[in-house]
């Protein structure tokens, strides 16, 4: 083995996340100016002396910011503080007016938790440290650039005082493809738990620690020892807001450290930003140690006791535990089953369909029919949710069997979601209702009398003239006739010849 391939095997990668989450509230995590931005929003209009740091000005905590940090901590089976307070990190940096972060420093909200997740074939448990509150820097907006190259750059303070879940993960990623499955099964959960909007812009954000240690140091339940991490310079990834993105910086700069370990070069303790445009991560400083934020109590928010909300606050049933009920009371697969829990609005839309009609029926519709449908759009469940009745009834006209289900597949279906139109305007429209058993009948004499040689193909065993005369069928009913029954009457009549 070649010396650079012996350097490549013994250099293992340890990745450890930090995830913001931005909370669903109303307003602000210690003031009233709102969450919700406006589509014709002007920048720094949204604010309010709290969130920007004027002198006097008093936060006050936001409760329904508190409770959905209970309910994370909850589902990620993390043992929740009975009481927390809240620090100041001290740093200087343009989008934060007050110069210091109120966040939680040694009295997280949460602490010890896990998700388990699922990396190809195999299952992983990683484990998070801890899970704290905190609020949201403003926006910086480079112009004429990007970050090294901008003309200059905007802040915008409307996103200041945004609650935010810092989500803290033991290093227990070995790749850039454990990040991205953690991350999607993360955002999945956040759904179910009604905290958390994946379309809203930057709503998950992700800074990344990279180290890479000795193979051999690594144990075999893919522990790494405290003391070799801490001797290993550590590179921070930041401004990542994607799973495939958090893939793609993860890859690229395990690249870099690898090379530059293959160089004979020491890989620097820094931070780094991750460049979306150009698919680079480029240095932005020295990575600071916890010592240079001077963190110190908040004076002006007192200890907050959460003991009693852990009590009455509960969560719904979660993605893994909807999956396994969905395979034992429906009999459905596992890749039927996961398609179905891929989002709480999906899941409960097919169990909406499924208490009305045999479950079989409401898999194949939702998760291949109306999902496929949905995808090729660029659509999900939620943009279509005020529909759901005439996608209901889409599929009691296919189980009445008053519509054939190609035809619901391919023309209703597909005309519904283009045109707006309801299922019943549009089988009325197009003519597609059944055809009657004798027009089918009269159509199938019809096919065989038309078609002489492919009768005769048919007789000399060619498979693919059933199919052409079956086709021949549809046209003369115009799709309306069911093609399992066409089949059939098919070769009633030529086996009788």
């Known amino acids: 083995m070649t010396a650079q391939a012996l350097e490549q095997r013994d250099l293992a990668v340890v990745i450890g996340l930090e995830v913001h989450v931005q909370l ?11 969450t919700e931005a406006a589509d014709d929003e002007n920048p720094n209009t949204r604010t309010c002396p709290v969130c920007l740091g004027l002198p006097g000005a008093l936060p006050v905590v936001n409760e329904a910011a508190v409770e959905a940090a209970v309910k994370v901590g909850q589902a990620l089976d993390a043992d929740i ?24 420093y040694d009295a997280p909200i949460c602490a010890d938790g896990s998700l388990d997740v699922a990396v190809k074939d195999d299952r992983r448990e990683i484990g998070i440290g801890r899970a704290h509150l905190e609020e949201d820097p403003g926006s910086l907006q480079h112009e004429g650039g990007n970050i090294e190259t901008a003309e200059h750059t905007l802040i915008d303070y409307n996103r200041a005082g945004t609650p935010l879940m810092e989500i803290v993960t033991d290093p227990d990623f070995r790749g850039p493809e454990e990040v991205r499955a953690f991350l999607a099964k993360l955002e999945e959960v956040l759904d179910y738990l009604g905290v958390f909007d994946a379309s809203r812009d930057g709503s998950l954000r992700i800074d990344a620690n990279i180290s890479l240690v000795p193979a051999n140091e690594v144990a075999n339940d893919g522990s ?32 870099r450290q690898k090379n530059a370990v293959k160089r004979g070069r020491e890989v620097e303790q820094e931070t780094r930003h991750w460049d979306e445009s150009r698919g680079i991560t480029v240095s932005m400083r020295s990575k600071e140690e916890e010592k240079d934020y001077r963190y110190f109590r908040e004076a002006d928010l007192p200890p907050l006791r959460v003991s009693d909300w852990t009590e009455r606050l509960s969560i719904p049933e979660l ?25 709480k609005e999906v899941a409960d839309f097919f169990e909406n369909v499924a208490d009305r009609f045999d479950p079989d029926l409401a898999a194949t519709w939702v998760a291949d029919d109306l999902l496929g449908e949905l995808n090729y759009r660029d659509l999900q469940v939620t943009d279509v949710e005020d529909r759901l009745d005439e996608f209901a009834r889409l599929i ?15 023309v209703v279906l597909r005309t519904m979601l283009d045109e707006g139109l309801d299922p019943d305007a549009v089988v009325e429209r197009e003519g597609l209702g059944k055809a009657d058993d004798d027009a089918v009948a009269t159509a199938v004499g019809e096919a065989i009398d038309e078609n002489p040689e492919a009768v005769e193909d048919y007789h000399a065993g060619e498979g693919g003239a059933l199919n052409f005369l079956v086709g021949q069928v549809m046209s003369k009913t115009g799709g309306s006739a069911d093609p399992g029954t066409v089949n059939g009457l098919l070769r009633d009549r030529l086996d009788d010849d």
Do not use: M
């Open 24 to 34: 669903e509230t109303d307003t602000k995590i210690f003031c009233g100016c709102s």
């Open 224 to 255: 790494v020892d405290e003391t070799v991490l801490a001797d290993a310079n550590r590179t921070e990834v930041k401004n990542i807001s994607s799973h495939k993105g958090a893939e793609k910086a993860l890859a690229y700069e395990v690249t």
């Open 319 to 343: 993605p893994d535990a909807r999956r396994d009920r969905f395979r034992e009371a429906y009999g459905l697969d596992a890749e039927s089953a996961s398609k179905l829990t891929s989002s």
């Open 81 to 104: 503080a009975d009481e927390t307070r809240f620090h100041r990190k001290n740093y200087y940096y343009p989008d934060l007016p007050k110069n210091f972060q109120i966040t939680q």
């Open 396 to 410: 009691e006209l296919v189980d009445a069997d008053e519509i054939t289900g190609k035809n619901a597949r391919e």
